[in-house]
């Protein structure tokens, strides 16, 4: 087992190297200089000459990246060009709203979906599966952001039940769990647990249905175990692969935030993302990018190894 | 369709046995999905809503781009107005099927363009093997380490707001996935008995790739394909209603979605109007694809 897990690190050090790369290269795949959106319209070639080489855009690229990768090794992400704080403090500020976000919508998501999955594995092709499955399909094909303001329109405007926008009374932007915070929680967690809702429940559902329909099963009942049994055996083997899934779905939700955040103002990383944008802070929007890509292969990495411990069939040689 | 019976069928092919094959595999597949009735429905619905949006001009619509200062946001049902009026004054109706034009374009065309490059680098790739492969394969990987909405809001938030940018954006995105499936299935097929005969009666790699490979494997591919295009209408939409994609005052249902946000106070369900279509497009193009998928497991 230790020997699989050291091998799966070495595994990831690549690809940490591209991903970095590719995070480099996005401002330079900006139209224009990287510091259009610093300069003044009317700055004079020699400023722009003198800016260039403080910040070593002159320099060749693979040198750039190289001292950039550096940098980032000793957690330097730069200066945010909007505020001129710390990029590396502002994402992992915000980071923790969307990881709030992401747990809450995971526990409503994958408990639904594994639920719905489950009952219509059992009733395969009854109505009781038809229903499941439409609520899956619908999971999978709303447009997420577009359920966030039909339940706002319902919930807040209509009801006036929850709050709309925020994380927070008065504009709070620190978190805490009691209900003047939990309020502003529902809804988005709810937006955000639809589609993972809709995937766990497709991969539970065909699982289930797999294993139900495999021999053991005939013989397990046949030898008169009663279907409490027969159940622990489906969860059993359908586990590793649903854990794969929700995994990835987890990793989705916390890199993929920034249309909810942005429906629910929710000051999360995805904002963040959403303000680099649009303000052409480069710097913050490479490190957003990097800090959330890093998460999502260390997440995958800590799947791969819960999966290959909980299925012996995984090989570790 | 009335069915024979099988004796009857049987016997029917016996007879017209030197005129007529055996019915192909397309055909077969054909006949199943036309017996699916949800994979029907769906059809028309998304033909309707193609059609509308071919024939918009014709259809004896308001003019989308003319908005009102006195008529801004009519609810639906309005006479004159059957779906009520935007922020701007501009009928709903007229928007909504003009919407259609670049909605379905910036949603469709990421995927198609992705099935072109993604299955002939997946071919090259699975066919060839050695080192193109892993070099193929590898890079492809990379992409596979950023969840895809984050890739997309990353490739166009660097390359900046508009049309071109996003459907780009939407190709880079999808290529990576589309290549993984060609790579597998071509692996699948390309040390199978008639792939060997073809090169030992002399097939250099392209003829055995294009015809002996790329037949076997396009249908899967297709399959596949066609399930992202669901992805690729929300995320398209998506960006244009984060401002990275269709630029006002172009009719486009997620830019729509973005600029009647602040309305839903006044007049919530005409705001909700250009993501019911978003929706619509995308459980059709899903029920669509998963009877594709079902229709051509013909095993079953």
């Known amino acids: ?317 | 369709m009335s069915e024979l019976p099988l004796s009857a069928t049987a016997d029917a092919a016996l007879q017209a046995a030197p005129a007529t094959k055996a019915r192909g595999y397309w055909a077969t597949v054909g006949r199943r999905i036309r017996r699916d009735k949800v994979s029907m429905a769906c059809a028309l619905v998304l033909l309707l809503i193609f059609l509308s949006a071919i024939l918009a001009p014709w259809l004896g619509l308001d003019d989308p781009y003319k908005g009102s200062m006195i008529r801004r946001l009519r609810h639906i049902g309005t006479s004159g107005y059957p779906l009520g009026t935007d922020e701007l004054g501009r009928d709903m109706l007229a928007r909504l099927v003009y919407g259609g034009r670049l909605s379905l374009v910036i949603g469709i065309l990421p995927v198609i363009l992705a099935f072109g490059i993604g299955t002939s680098l997946g071919l090259v790739a699975g066919y060839v093997g050695g080192k193109l492969n892993t070099a193929i394969m590898r890079t492809i990987d990379v992409f596979y380490a950023f969840p895809s909405v984050l890739l997309a809001i990353a490739i166009s938030g660097a390359l900046g707001a508009g049309i071109l940018n996003s459907i780009v954006s939407l190709t880079v995105v999808f290529v990576p996935q589309i290549t993984r499936v060609a790579e597998s299935v071509t692996t699948g097929v390309r040390n199978m008995d008639f792939v060997e005969a073809a090169r030992a009666s002399g097939a250099g790699p392209f003829t055995i790739m294009r015809v002996h490979i790329l037949g076997n494997v396009l249908g899967a591919i297709f399959v596949y394909a066609t399930s992202l295009i669901s992805v690729s209408m929300i995320l398209a939409a998506g960006l244009s209603f984060l401002g990275l994609g269709t630029k006002p005052p172009e009719p486009e249902w997620g830019l729509m979605l973005n600029t009647l946000r602040t309305a839903i106070y006044v007049n919530p369900w005409v705001a909700a109007l250009p993501g019911a279509m978003i929706f619509a497009v995308s459980i059709c193009f899903n029920l669509l694809s998963d009877g594709l998928r079902s229709a051509m497991d013909i095993r079953n």
């Open chain 1, 1 to 317: 087992m230790l020997a699989y897990i050291a091998r799966r690190i070495v595994y990831v050090v690549p690809i940490v190297i591209s991903v970095a790369l590719v995070c480099f290269l996005l401002v330079h795949i900006t139209p224009g200089d990287p510091l259009v959106a610093v300069l003044p319209a009317d700055a004079s070639q020699e400023l722009a000459a003198q800016l260039r080489a403080a910040y070593g855009f002159d320099r060749p690229l693979p040198v750039q990246f190289g001292l950039w990768l550096l940098r980032a090794l000793h957690g330097d992400l730069g200066n945010s060009i909007a505020t001129g704080r710390p990029v590396l403090a502002e994402v992992l500020r915000a980071v923790g709203n969307t990881v709030t976000l992401a747990i809450a919508a995971a526990i409503i998501g994958f408990t639904m979906g594994i639920l719905l999955g489950l009952i219509a594995g059992y009733f395969r092709e009854t109505w009781i599966d038809k229903v499941a499955t439409s609520f899956a399909i619908a999971g999978v094909s709303v447009p997420h952001y577009w359920l966030g303001m039909l339940l706002v329109i319902i919930f807040s405007v209509q009801l006036n039940w929850l709050p709309a926008v925020g994380a927070g009374p008065n504009g709070s932007n620190s978190w805490a769990w009691d209900w003047a915070h939990l309020k502003y929680l529902v809804l988005p967690a709810i937006t955000t647990s639809v589609i993972p809702m809709g995937i766990v429940t497709r991969t539970v559902r065909a699982l289930t249905g797999d294993i139900l329909s495999q021999d053991f099963v005939e013989a397990l009942r046949a030898k008169g175990l009663h279907e409490r049994g027969v159940f622990r055996h489906v969860v059993k083997n359908a586990a590793p692969t649903a854990l794969a899934v929700m995994g990835l779905q987890l990793g989705y939700m916390l890199g993929g935030s920034i249309l909810i955040e942005t429906v629910f103002s929710w000051p999360g990383s995805g904002f963040l993302l959403n303000s680099a944008i649009f303000q052409r802070d480069l710097p913050l929007l490479q490190g957003t990018i990097l800090i959330l890509a890093l998460f999502f292969v260390f997440l995958n990495l800590l799947v791969d190894i819960a999966q290959a411990a909980i299925d012996p069939r995984i090989k570790r040689g």
